[in-house]
């Protein structure tokens, strides 16, 4: 069984993505107004004070541009299966992605991010 506290984060979480209304996208041309600010940091200080790994890479779809900053960070950021859904929906494979390249001599770094006025634990 899930702790209170992974329970309370989760929920933070998918109620940010729905103010960005992650959950029903946009359509092309069609914009979604966000009322209220967006504290990025209060939602996710328990994903963004964990371990991540960098690497420069590329856009997944054409043009494939070699200009993109990846991070992946080792906790996981929660979504729910309608968001999802609605993701694979405005974007089916395989237009969202394109098969794994080689590093071509890319470096990929481990690190660790910390912020001087919000302690992670």
């Not at 946009?26 to 600010?37: D, H, Q, T």
Request: include cysteine.
């Amino acid at each position: 069984m899930k702790s209170k506290t992974l329970d309370e984060q989760s929920s933070k979480e998918l109620d940010f993505f729905r103010r960005l209304s992650f959950g029903k996208l946009p359509a092309e041309g069609e914009e979604k107004g966000l009322e209220g600010g967006v504290d990025f940091a209060a939602v996710f200080a328990p994903v963004l004070g964990g371990k991540y790994w960098h690497y420069q890479g590329s856009l997944t779809t054409p043009p494939c541009s070699e200009t993109v900053h990846w991070y992946v960070m080792q906790t996981a950021a929660h979504v729910s299966q309608t968001m999802v859904a609605n993701f694979k929906e405005l974007f089916p494979n395989p237009m969202d992605n394109r098969p794994v390249q080689e590093l071509n001599g890319r470096v990929i770094t481990e690190g660790v991010l910390a912020s001087s006025d919000t302690e992670f634990s």
